[in-house]
């Protein structure tokens, strides 16, 4: 006689549904998928947000977009492979210039195409940079961007005739399309096209970052030796590194010029580097979410300086200075009390909160 089956009961959470294929659906979209499902929610928001807000919030919220899409591409190039670069304001300078010449020069062409037209560019200087710094370590390659943001400004000078000296370039950008005009105004028609490109981009280094590529600068970042020893190609993937940085550096330059209609070298002088590089640390280094924290301490601690000192009645000078200083103190504060920048707190808190209600 055949022996009796024992059907065993699955045990299921309160909505009927079994655990484990809770976790199977989570992860049933390829990431690169999920990414764009996020990038979309994160681009509804702002959207939302333009919705209830003036043309100076567009403004300043376009600002925070294409900020955090530069520090994003350093994120990737000193978080995940760990080199350090003090020309990454360099690459925003030849992404802005480039929209400019364009828009000059070819005024026909889309906004879509001159895009396409800065990454090849950037791509291309990435290449350079990252080909003649692959062997360069710690300080050697700190110096050498270095003198690379020292010294693309005085081209400017260099070349007056065709980048227009310390003045620089002006150039005149279409507004919203005839079916949106009315509903839209010039500012946050050009906010949308900002966070349409930026929440691509950060779509794409996120995947990057999460892919095997991530996993070989992170290797890299950690033991170069033993990378190589393991088959990494350390050289290969050092370049790529820096023509990713290149590429968010330059596109984010190219839509800084888009936004404001001008491009000056004073913009992009070794200040913007540090700067940019002090607020990867501030936000978080190792989070794409560290780039959104950096951006917004950027564009509204500047902000927020200068209305303190026009309340204040202070001089032009005092004016000037009053953001640089407002900045490193709040850098100092914030990595006193959070060693990890701003986005290692909140994951601090988010883990107390979660281990307080287990």
Same mark, same amino acid.
């Given at each position: ?37 996020? %990038? ?71 906004? %879509? ?56 370039? @002006? ?109 990867l640390v501030m936000g978080g ?16 601690l500047q902000i927020w300086a ?6 204040? @009645? ?5 004016? @000037? ?28 808190l988010r883990a107390r909160l ?5």
């Amino acid at each position: 006689m055949s022996q009796p089956t024992v059907r065993r009961e699955t045990p299921t959470d309160p909505v009927g549904s079994d655990p484990a294929p809770r976790h199977t659906r989570r992860s049933a979209l390829p990431l690169p998928v999920r990414h764009l499902l996020l %990038a979309a929610l994160g681009l509804a928001a702002v959207a939302g947000l333009l919705l209830v807000t003036g043309d100076l919030t567009a403004l300043r919220l376009a600002a925070v977009g294409y900020t955090m899409l530069a520090v994003a591409g350093l994120q990737l190039l000193v978080g995940a492979s760990g080199q350090v670069s003090l020309g990454h304001g360099a690459f925003m300078m030849i992404g802005a210039y480039a929209m400019a010449l364009l828009v000059l020069h070819q005024p026909m062409l889309p906004l %879509a195409v001159n895009l396409a037209i800065i990454v090849v560019v950037s791509v291309v200087a990435g290449i350079a940079v990252g080909a003649a710094t692959a062997r360069l370590h710690g300080p050697y390659l700190a110096g050498a961007t270095l003198i690379l943001a020292v010294g693309l400004p005085g081209l400017a000078h260099r070349y007056h005739d065709v980048l227009g000296g310390s003045n620089g370039l @002006n150039i005149r950008t279409a507004g919203a399309p005839p079916f949106l005009q009315g509903l839209v105004s010039t500012s946050e028609w050009r906010a949308l096209v900002v966070w349409t490109t930026v929440v691509l981009g950060l779509a794409l280094l996120a995947t990057l970052s999460a892919g095997r590529l991530g996993r070989r600068m992170r290797a890299i970042r950690d033991d170069e030796t033993a990378a190589a020893m393991a088959g990494v190609p350390v050289g290969g993937t050092k370049v790529v590194a820096f023509v990713i940085a290149s590429t968010a550096g330059g596109l984010a330059g190219g839509l800084q010029a888009y936004v404001l209609g001008t491009v000056t070298p004073g913009s992009f002088t070794l200040v913007l580097s540090l700067t940019l590089l002090a607020a990867l640390v501030m936000g978080g280094i190792g989070s794409l979410w560290g780039a959104l924290w950096a951006a917004i301490a950027i564009v509204y601690l500047q902000i927020w300086a200068t209305d303190l000192a026009r309340a204040l @009645n202070l001089s032009r000078d005092v004016e @000037n200075n009053l953001p640089i200083v407002f900045f490193g103190v709040v850098l100092i504060l914030v990595l006193r009390f959070w060693p990890l920048g701003v986005h290692g707190a909140l994951h601090s808190l988010r883990a107390r909160l979660r281990a307080r209600e287990s």
